[in-house]
């Protein structure tokens, strides 16, 4: 079995492939003050009580956006599994064309979410992925990454609403029934959730103005569902495209 691990800013979300099944998935949060002996026992009783064995893990590989905890997390894996993880970064095979002014800064959250939508899909392609940050990914006709846009996620917006104006509370994601609200929270929740659509709609039509064609639109990242479900453009929600980048990424640097 293989175990994938996508650690971002907020939240570490870990998939346990057998073969090319996605057999369960677990959330936790990215906290830097964790060691390796915690990390190792979090992911050990995690795997367990999702009812993996995991003493049948015979790889790992991990995305990380979140360098201060890399190494702490990749030393938790080796004790609990005796496998030293791959590290998607320099020297890791990809298959994927970089076509950007320093591919050395790429995100590999960004490089296995565009491996995993060539692998699904005919470019030219646009990635959304929302965590901490929204981030979108242009792949070209050729299936070349020609680079894409970073903004503010969802939940950082709001936060940074909440923490500016002092009338404006603290409030959860939730999608009202109507886009003009009738109160404070409704009015934010509207801003936040069909704010956030209508943008990604906007920037669709701007980049395939740029690209002269029109692409397919593939959504990931924890409230990508809600935001799709509100977009105007026809968009694959895809709750899993990380994980399966890092299967496949695995599996290019594994088998002959």
């Given at each position: 079995m293989l175990l994938a691990l996508d650690m971002g800013?907020?939240?570490i979300l870990a998939g346990v492939y057998d073969g090319e099944e996605l057999v369960c998935t677990a959330r936790v949060h990215t906290a830097h003050w964790r060691t390796a002996d915690e990390w190792a026992v979090l992911l050990r009783d995690i795997l367990s009580m999702r009812g993996v064995d995991v003493s049948g893990i015979d790889g790992v590989i991990l995305s990380s956006v979140a360098w201060p905890v890399t190494d702490a997390l990749r030393n938790g894996i080796k004790l609990f599994s005796g496998i030293d993880p791959f590290v998607v970064g320099p020297g890791l095979k990809t298959g994927l064309h970089i076509a950007i002014d320093n591919p050395a800064q790429l995100g590999s959250d960004m490089v296995c979410n565009a491996v995993a939508a060539l692998a699904a899909a005919k470019p030219p392609l646009i990635i959304f992925d929302m965590g901490t940050a929204t981030t979108m990914s242009v792949l070209d006709q050729t299936g070349k990454f020609i680079g894409g846009a970073i903004l503010p996620g969802l939940v950082t917006s709001l936060e940074a609403l909440?923490?500016?104006a002092a009338q404006l509370p603290k409030i959860s994601v939730e999608t009202?029934?109507?886009?003009?609200g009738r109160n404070t929270v409704d009015c934010m929740r509207s801003g936040a959730v069909y704010g956030t659509a209508s943008m990604l709609d906007g920037l669709i039509e701007r980049t395939e103005e740029e690209l002269g064609a029109k692409c397919a639109v593939l959504a990931t990242g924890g409230l990508s569902e809600r935001i799709a479900n509100?977009?105007?453009r026809k968009v694959t929600h895809a709750p899993a495209l990380l994980l399966e980048g890092l299967r496949l990424i695995y599996r290019k640097n594994t088998v002959a």
């Open positions: 800013n907020t939240n909440s923490a500016k009202p029934d109507r886009v003009i509100k977009m105007r």
